[in-house]
């Protein structure tokens, strides 16, 4: 679909509501220089309006306010959000339909958006942005337990500056015991990355 929905419509109202649902996806975005920039980001989710809210001193931040648009990638493979947690991953990407943008070439779908407006208010920039195009690949099956736990442990990857290291520590033994329990290789994959950025940056901070 197509076009973008009326700028007054009740879901437009909606986007300062607390209770729009937070969903965790991949955003790409493209920098001045024309490389795609993939960042695991959770959004505030309205049919036709989606929120994102960077961080200001982040590469997504930067490339949407240049651009102003982005693609907001649906995917099952938490691979992708254990890669692009710790760095910015060389995913296949083709280009986007509508948008200046880059959409992943194995997700499940994926709405291409414009900027609406900006709150530059640091430490988190919140974009609102309209959605102007949207695509389906194929079937979202969920997540299990384990991918649950992989997303989880690619939050605290991404928040390491911020949070206590016992804190993460103790997280990341409890999320492991789940997906020991219920992952595929995909997820084990998924969470070894995961625990090795952690153990690499602990290592890090002890030497400074």
């Not at 300062?16 to 969903?23: A, G, Q």
Request: charged share 30%; hydrophobic share 40%.
């Amino acid at each position: 679909m197509t076009g973008p929905a009326h700028l007054d419509s009740p879901e437009r109202r909606r986007l300062h509501s607390p209770s729009l649902v937070i969903v965790e996806t991949i955003v790409t975005t493209v920098g001045e220089d024309g490389s795609v920039n993939c960042a695991p980001m959770g959004v505030e989710w309205a049919d036709a309006f989606i929120v994102i809210k960077p961080f200001i001193d982040t590469v997504t931040y930067v490339n949407v306010s240049m651009t102003r648009s982005a693609v907001v990638n649906l995917t099952d493979d938490v691979r992708v959000f254990a890669r692009a947690a710790v760095s910015n991953p060389g995913v296949s990407t083709r280009p986007a339909e509508i948008v200046r943008g880059f959409v992943l070439s194995d997700c499940c779908s994926w709405r291409e958006v414009e900027v609406r407006s900006i709150d530059r208010d640091p430490p988190r920039a919140r974009i609102e942005t309209e959605v102007v195009h949207r695509g389906f690949r194929r079937e979202f099956i969920g997540f299990n337990r384990a991918r649950h736990a992989v997303l989880e442990a690619a939050i605290h990857a991404t928040r390491l500056h911020l949070l206590e290291r016992e804190y993460v520590e103790a997280e990341f033994e409890r999320l492991q015991v789940v997906v020991d329990k219920t992952a595929g290789p995909a997820e084990r994959e998924a969470m070894a990355l995961l625990r090795d950025h952690v153990q690499r940056a602990t290592r890090a901070v002890e030497f400074e």
